[in-house]
């Protein structure tokens, strides 16, 4: 299906590269819309029921081929799972995992073990909640391959100079004041039957696992990324886009997209705002060409067309050229050029990019991946189909009542990080788990000049999340900052 194309245009595309399958058109945009999260290209497998059985934007066969074989499977009979068992009444949820069995509850004379995975906001906030709940007997032991936690909400300032490295990241060894354990080691197995974690060095078993090892970024799947682009969500990269900055005299300067899905939906459009903020406080501005490349259809398309709006009249009124539906194919380091499927070159003399995301190979190495390419977890409880696993974060996936999934974005893992704290304790503690993610998030949007806007909203809302945006104001900026150093405070 070609999205915004005409039947004459698809017709050539099919007779172009002698494809063995229909290519219609879709000239308004109205299914593409519908169905996806606002990017090509992107799969969508319907079952004989009319109902989207798998959807993702990179056609990963280890995901695709068994949803494809689970169509060809007899359904179950109604109030049966797929083994044929009687469905317990209360596990009867549309689209939540498959039914399991309870947690075993810890022999309490020797207190639970809780392992961690991942020092990001998620991990971060969960060892805190766990930590305050739990008694001395009950260990909770974070584990991560970095020896800090970053605050990534502040990468981009970090960009334009306005934070330094040390302002924005601390010790995760700091954590053991608070009782927690912290082993500094990568994870490389993740053991569900044996209830154990491996680093490089030993195994840790564990009573709960909390899995909140964020996306990870893959530079290496654009060739020539590390030759041309700089990596807009690396702290290593913000300290070169810094730099270049500085010694930037004119010129045109790009900020791309990649490849979806990428984390804080806002970051590239912020980017470039703030890019455009420092250039003109240099004076350079009007010797610069800003330019945002995105495979997206509008800015933030999960926030719905008001807010795409809005950000496109803000990047028009600041002469920032948006190019949406830039289907990313390569860079050429040697021409400077970056080229989307079926484009022109386009030549940048600076390049701000955000790399591909993936689920880390861990958790792809241990078959705990859905047919999306990341975990799966009911909406509700963030367990998996394991019993007494989470997933919370950028490394899970949930879908939404519209079809489109949960964007990724800190506030999401810090939420979703209280909500799998809270049920591990109810466990543990022998009382029900009543704790619930509602789906409710926000974010600020940075536009230089010391001012940014505010959104937030229920993105759990029905048929549509249901997200109001804030006009831009220097209070706004001065909360961000505050919620920065709250967050510091509070958890260190």
Not at 289 to 313: L, R, S
């Amino acid at each position: 299906m070609g999205p915004f194309e005409t039947a004459d245009s698809c017709r050539e595309w099919k007779e172009e590269y002698e494809l063995p399958f229909d290519v219609i058109p879709d000239g308004d945009g109205k299914i593409f819309e519908r169905l996806t999260n606002g990017w090509v290209p992107y799969t969508i497998l319907v079952g004989p029921d009319g109902k989207v059985a798998l959807w993702e934007s990179e056609f990963d066969e280890a995901g695709f081929a068994p949803a494809v074989e689970k169509l060809y499977q007899e359904p179950p009979a109604e109030g049966t799972t797929e083994t044929g068992a009687e469905r317990p009444a209360d596990t009867a949820v549309p689209g939540a995992p498959a039914p399991r069995d309870a947690a075993p509850p810890p022999t309490r004379s020797f207190g639970a073990d809780i392992v961690i995975l991942g020092g990001g906001t998620g991990g971060l906030v969960a060892a805190h909640h766990l930590r305050r709940r739990l008694g001395a007997r009950d260990r909770v032991t974070l584990i991560d391959r970095s020896p800090d936690h970053l605050f990534q909400s502040s990468l981009l300032w970090h960009a334009v100079g306005q934070r330094r490295a040390d302002q924005i990241r601390r010790p995760l060894a700091d954590l053991s004041r608070k009782s927690v354990e912290f082993i500094n080691e990568e994870v490389v197995g993740i053991d569900t039957d044996a209830r154990q974690v491996r680093t490089g060095s030993r195994a840790i078993g564990f009573d709960y696992l909390i899995v909140s090892l964020g996306a990870e970024l893959r530079p290496d799947k654009v060739e020539g990324f590390d030759e041309m682009a700089l990596n807009l969500y690396d702290i290593g990269g913000t300290a070169k886009i810094h730099a270049a900055l500085d010694a930037f005299t004119g010129g045109s300067v790009g900020v791309l997209v990649t490849d979806m899905p990428f984390k804080c939906p806002a970051a590239p459009y912020e980017a470039a705002l703030l890019l455009e903020s420092f250039l003109r406080a240099r004076g350079v501005r009007e010797r610069a060409e800003i330019h945002i490349y995105t495979p997206e259809h509008q800015p933030m398309p999960i926030a719905g067309p008001v807010m795409g709006d809005a950000i496109e009249k803000v990047l028009r009124r600041r002469g920032i050229r948006y190019h949406p539906l830039f289907t990313f194919e390569r860079m050429d380091p040697d021409e400077r050029t970056i080229i989307a499927s079926g484009g022109e070159p386009q030549q940048l003399d600076l390049l701000l990019a955000v790399p591909p995301h993936r689920a880390p190979e861990v958790v792809r190495a241990s078959g705990l991946i859905g047919s999306s390419g990341w975990m799966h977890t009911d909406a509700h409880t963030l367990e998996t189909e394991h019993a007494g696993i989470y997933a919370i974060g950028d490394v899970n996936n949930i879908r939404l009542a519209n079809g489109k999934n949960l964007p990724m974005a800190g506030v999401f893992a810090h939420y979703g990080a209280r909500v799998a704290a809270e049920r591990i304790a109810d466990e543990i503690e022998g009382r029900a788990p009543e704790a619930v993610f509602d789906g409710k998030g926000y974010c600020w949007l940075e536009l230089g000049d010391g001012r940014a806007g505010f959104a937030g909203g229920d993105f759990y809302a029905e048929p549509e999340p249901a997200v109001r945006l804030y006009p831009p104001t220097r209070p706004w900026h001065w909360s961000k900052v505050a919620f920065e150093k709250w967050w510091f405070r509070h958890w260190f």
